[in-house]
């Protein structure tokens, strides 16, 4: 089976396509997801010297409503003024794994980090000190949407943090 991953970072775009999007897998029905992208970011952060967020139905929301475009781009602030992560995969399985595969291409961004030369990026993002609360939502979009239709179905994660990656603000609030 054909496998694609991408984050924001590493964006391979094949085709972008304006089918109809299935309906976003709602949080609410799937506390598996919530839990597992929750305690992910959690453990990540507490191996970066910052406090466990807590889940904000309405960042969950705003979430629900970017990724339901399928669209792989960010929101620019359309559904709020939020810290915002994106990844997207295809073939790498489905709910939670997919879910966890997204938040792990952030999480592998953590050795480019330069304290030195601080800059933004999703590894910053999820570890940002300051930021209390996330929310994010999980949409199946369909072939074409975000990857090219051979690889089938893609899944889209969006996250939206409460802050976080503010220029300037970097020493206080990203540990390596």
């Given amino acids: 089976m054909k496998t694609l991953t991408l984050s ?5 775009l094949y ?12 949080h ?3 506390a598996d997801i919530r839990a597992a992208v929750l305690d992910e970011h959690n453990r990540f952060r507490a191996l970066h010297g910052a406090a466990p967020l807590t889940w904000s139905q309405t960042q969950a929301d705003a979430a629900a409503s970017w990724a339901s475009h399928c ?9 709020g003024k939020y810290g915002e ?9 489905t709910g939670v ?7 792990q291409l952030w999480e592998d961004e953590a050795p480019d980090y330069d304290p030195a030369n ?9 570890v940002w000190k300051s930021a209390t609360k996330l ?8 072939p074409g949407s975000i990857f090219d239709a051979q690889y089938g179905n893609s899944e889209f994660l969006v996250c939206e943090y409460d802050t976080g990656n503010v220029i300037g603000q970097f020493a206080q609030n990203v540990q390596p």
């Fill in 28 to 30: 609410e029905k799937r």
């Fill in 135 to 142: 929310g994010c939502a999980l949409q199946v979009c369909a």
């Fill in 15 to 26: 085709a972008l396509g304006t089918s109809a999007a299935p309906a976003p897998i709602e």
């Fill in 97 to 103: 794994a997919a879910a966890l595969a997204g938040i």
């Fill in 118 to 126: 601080p800059t933004y990026s999703h590894f910053t993002q999820m």
């Fill in 71 to 79: 669209v792989f781009q960010h929101s620019q602030g359309a559904v």
């Fill in 85 to 93: 992560n994106l990844a997207a995969n295809a073939g790498q399985g």
């Fill in 8 to 12: 924001s970072a590493t964006l391979l």
